[in-house]
């Protein structure tokens, strides 16, 4: 059982990433926490106290602002104990006690077997991450610290929360682009679900932990010269191994795990982009790459945020090694997903106009999936993604805009504004001219040319892609009196 953090733990945790902030207000929350819970006990024997200090630990493992730390200790006040939300309103302030107030909404949510309530469950959820992210950061840390003990658990008690967590908490963390936490849900819920392969698996894993070690050795030592040659700054880190995704291979291949390819996982971590292509260059001059291997998620990165390179290559012993080549900013945001976004908006570190752009697919969900009344539907609908089929396009002043697949410069400049769309007479991409029948790609530089007399035509209908941009032509040309 690991030792939870004390309040000067904690608060030199915090002082480290935020020397600048108040520590009083999360100071004033353990207290508070701390007496709400004094006669709880977890199903371990300790004060209950000690989990809201493990999910406290867990936050601040993201770095996150003083008001989301203190909602972290106080998240189970309201639904265990006296206390009321009109409490931590007075006591600390609204934020908070809104995030305690999801928080507690989200915990009340059954995750049944049947569509309809899952599915209502998932709105549910999905409506309370749109309004304030945060919400499912807590929701995850805390989740995270119940699967961490959940062996004190009944038996069937532990199946149904690993079910839980695999099936709904570790997909909401990879689209939220958070890895780390993702992995950590999957290999904790596999541990219960699937006992003894886990236990097969794990060890097969740690027996060649000692090989993996001397391979990675090797790889550095081969690429060390070159990447000094060229005089770029890097470091290589080997990556950990999932225990969930290995099986999940054995599964897929129907194979055993001797017989899966054991790669040896890489990461070179670079300080700038250009930098990721040099060393994308001399690894292909020292290694042999393995054809169709290569993806670059840098030009085009996935809708969760995700940017790397991805190569696979050959060591002379004739082993495979996975790399994955990225910049330190890169790096933290797949650590950290969109906790990472939320402190630039917060203003840490630097303004990130694009966050709300980029959760904005939650609330576009949510908006599609009204009208949409079977269940089924809509599961099938999330399995696929249709959200990961958005491109980015960006403005001259590098705003970004994500559209669906199929989107034209209409579209685009709906997007904007109405005010831009109805003016509309023409766009530049990437500097050039383009017909209206354009079809962006991602990272598409786009510049829409608007006159004051401009006006919504009826052929525009015929590229508008968008709800958006074809609700405001039609109602433009309704005003006009025209049959549509
Ligand atoms: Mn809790």
Redesign the pocket.
Known sequence: MNQAPTLPDLLKKFKEYSPKQDTALIEKAYNFAQNAHKDQKRESGEPYFT?CCH?ANILMDFNLDADTICAGLL??TVEDTGVTLDDLRREFNKEIAHMVQGVTKISDLKFSSTDEETVENWRKMLIAVAEDVRVILIKLA?RTH?MRTLEYMPPEKQKFKAYETISLYAPLAQRLGMFTIKTDLEDLSFKYLHPELYQDIKSQVEARTADRQAALEQFKAALAPALAKENLDSRILARAKNYYSIYRKMQLHHCTFAEIQDSLGVRIITKTIPDCYRALGIVHSVFKPIAGTFTDYIATPKANMYQSIHTTVLSPTGDIIEIQIRTEEMHKTCEYGIAAHWRYKLGNVKQDKNFDEKISWIRRWIEWQQDLTAPREFLEGFKTDVNLQQIFVFTPRADVKSLPVGSTPIDFAYAIHTDIGDHYVGARVNNRMVRMDYNFKTGDVCEIITRKNGEPKRDWLEFAKTANARSHIKRFLRSKGMDL
Do not use: E, G, Y
């Open positions: 989990h999910v998240h189970d805390d119940n």
